[in-house]
């Protein structure tokens, strides 16, 4: 069965903290993503990555790096949080090949800054 | 720019079929999919369309005129567990999805 996990389900950081939000899949997929989702914005592409070591500003990188060492492992990192990134944050995979297929998303991690 | 609309909000009867429109504008067009969002859960995938006319899976068809940038999702003989927010999401010409912001749809008894 198809899985995505992320770290935690819910978070809650201070302003100007440093944090790491972690994705696995364990697909063997090449493609991993994050985005944010707000209420009346839909998803928005903050990185995505489609090797090992490569990444890709998505539509709204500011504010966030990525990591990603390992095939499986996706890491989005705020360097200093702040309120307006309060949201949830959803990680996501999908093979190469083709354009028909559908992306897999983990269960989200709702993070809050304050 | 690109742009995907959908209605914000949708009320349907149990039992009953409701229609859920996406209307999109985007540079290039690779495929259009539909996901199933429960509240506080992950995205769930639906359906994919990339040509013209209907596709059919159980309750739920997908419907694409890529002449007209016009997709509609469509539910049949609801049921109270399809209370959930639709998305609307092409693939455009750098294969990136474009996401609409999705359609709360509400099940009545």
């Known amino acids: 069965d198809v899985k995505v996990t992320q770290s935690s389900r819910y978070l809650v950081k201070r302003t100007g903290e440093k944090v790491f939000l972690e994705c696995v899949q364990d697909?063997?997929?090449?493609?991993m993503f994050w985005y944010r989702q707000d209420p009346g914005l839909g998803l928005r592409l903050i990185y995505f990555?489609?090797?090992?070591?490569?990444?890709e500003k998505g539509d709204i990188p500011e504010g966030y790096s990525v990591s990603r060492e390992k095939k499986e492992r996706f890491s989005l990192i705020l360097e200093s949080a702040s309120t307006n990134q309060t949201s949830m944050y959803l990680c996501?995979?999908?093979?190469?090949?083709?354009?028909?297929?559908?992306?897999?998303f983990g269960p989200g991690t709702r993070l809050t800054v304050t | 720019g690109q742009n995907i609309d959908q209605p914000t909000e949708m009320t349907a009867t149990e039992g009953a079929i409701v229609q859920i429109n996406c209307t999109y504008q985007?540079?290039?067009?690779?495929?259009l999919f539909w996901y199933q969002q429960h509240a506080g859960e992950a995205p769930t995938f639906l359906s994919y369309?990339?040509l013209d006319g209907l596709e059919e899976k159980g309750r739920f068809s997908s419907f694409l005129s890529r002449s007209k940038g016009y997709s509609y999702l469509l539910l049949k003989e609801l049921q109270m567990k399809d209370s959930a927010s639709y998305l609307c999401?092409?693939?455009?010409?750098?294969?990136?999805?474009?996401w609409g912001a999705g359609t709360k749809l509400i099940i009545k008894p």
């Open positions: 999401a092409v693939k455009d010409s750098n294969y990136q999805l474009i």
């Open positions: 996501a995979s999908s093979p190469w090949a083709g354009t028909s297929y559908e992306q897999y």
């Open positions: 369309n990339v």
């Open positions: 990555s489609y090797d090992v070591k490569m990444k």
């Open positions: 985007t540079s290039g067009f690779n495929g």
């Open positions: 697909m063997d997929h090449e493609n």
